[in-house]
């Protein structure tokens, strides 16, 4: 049975740092593409980091240079480090991995709300 599970959220002030984690059993992270997506109140799913293969990582334009996704092998665990955030970067934060495409993602996690106040 494959489990994402997500900690590290929390409640932050606005410039502050939080860092996200997603230990995942069931599955090894190295051979799936791992991805963190978050989704605000009222508001859709969004793709905020990406980590593909060996070393393919992208970002949406709204986190670039403040966030850094990364992967623990060893222990099976991707990590979303996330810098100077603002009120707009409050969501829940969902980790999901996929063997296919990002619009057929095959397991998601339960998701950790991340509140960042003014």
């Known amino acids: 049975q494959v489990q994402l599970v997500e900690s590290g959220g929390g409640l932050v002030q606005a410039g502050g740092s939080l860092r996200l984690s997603c230990a995942a059993s069931g599955l090894t992270v190295r051979s799936y593409a791992m991805g963190w997506f978050r989704q605000a109140p009222g508001k859709e799913r969004e793709r905020v980091a990406t980590?593909?293969?060996?070393?393919?990582?992208a970002y949406a334009d709204s986190v670039k240079g403040r966030f850094t996704i990364s992967r623990d092998n060893a222990k099976n665990t991707v990590y979303l480090q996330m810098n100077s955030l603002t009120p707009e970067d409050t969501a829940v934060y969902y980790c999901?991995?996929?063997?296919?495409?990002?619009?057929?993602?095959?397991?998601w996690g339960q998701g950790t709300r991340v509140t960042v106040s003014s």
């Open positions: 980590h593909v293969g060996w070393n393919t990582i």
């Open positions: 999901a991995a996929t063997q296919t495409n990002w619009d057929t993602v095959q397991y």
